[in-house]
């Protein structure tokens, strides 16, 4: 059986330099690529992001996912979070954002999940996209035209989220669904690093550094040497084999050798 999609991934995460605990969750382990930004206080964001994680943990090593898969599973980790809650461990809650491999017609595609503020990129063709948005006040306000984004991004808001998983909010997820691409390199980090790391700086190291690792492990230095106000997760994904119709499979060698990533281990839970 041909894998729609075979990728090279690479994980960082550090505490930061303000903040006593990681409370940043992630997975890095095909076809599952996710980061989660826990919130609460008193080790409940730690355990919201962990718990919500942890329900994703089934579905490793499966060939592919379903949007029913994660649906499946979203509703599993609100109704676990919720329990954290109500164990008193305060309004515990945690974003959500990332990607999964999924497939169509046995073609490789990218099945992209956000809830909150914590966010997914997309490089391609030496191009930084933004795939998720922002689920918060200062988004809104852009929408609304009442920010600019320059302006957001020093808005003593900024860091109000209107979803969550937890945190007595019931606001949906959002998915996307687009062909992967040979050459795609996929970046899931929580906000601590687009606090810190300007997108173009992003874009800079994303596209010349060609190992993943490596990539991720820099992203993380330089927030914290930015300042570290938060606790920073980077999760980064390469595909590096593309089927791209039923039957044929193209791989990093069919690509330019000075732009194609290096394949590195997988990572994995935390």
Wanted: with cysteine; glycine share 10%.
């Amino acid at each position: 059986m041909t894998r729609p999609l075979i990728v090279a991934t690479g994980a960082a995460t550090h505490s930061g330099l303000r903040r006593p605990l990681n409370e940043d969750s992630y997975m890095a382990s095909p076809p599952l690529f996710l980061v989660a930004d826990g919130m609460g206080g008193h080790e409940a964001g730690e355990r919201a992001s962990a718990t919500v994680i942890d329900e994703f943990a089934r579905y490793i090593g499966r060939v592919d996912l379903e949007l029913e898969d994660l649906l499946e599973a979203l509703a599993r980790a609100r109704s676990a979070v919720e329990a954290l809650s109500s164990d008193g461990n305060g309004r515990a809650g945690t974003t959500l954002s990332g990607v999964v491999v999924a497939s169509v017609e046995g073609m490789g595609y990218w099945l992209t999940v956000n809830i909150g503020d914590s966010r997914t990129y997309r490089l391609a063709d030496g191009e930084l996209e933004q795939i998720s948005v922002d689920h918060s006040v200062v988004q809104e306000l852009i929408e609304s035209g009442e920010l600019t984004a320059a302006e957001a991004a020093t808005d003593r808001r900024r860091n109000i989220i209107t979803r969550a998983i937890g945190a007595s909010s019931t606001g949906d997820a959002d998915y996307w669904l687009f062909p992967a691409e040979l050459g795609d390199r996929m970046l899931i980090c929580s906000d601590g690093l687009t606090t810190e790391v300007s997108d173009e700086r992003i874009t800079q190291i994303l596209a010349a550094e060609p190992d993943p690792q490596r990539a991720a492990d820099i992203l993380v230095d330089e927030a914290v040497q930015a300042g570290g106000r938060d606790n920073i997760t980077v999760v980064i994904v390469d595909a590096v084999s593309v089927a791209a119709r039923r039957g044929a499979l193209l791989q990093a060698d069919d690509v330019d050798a000075d732009t194609r990533p290096r394949e590195a281990a997988a990572g994995g839970v935390r």
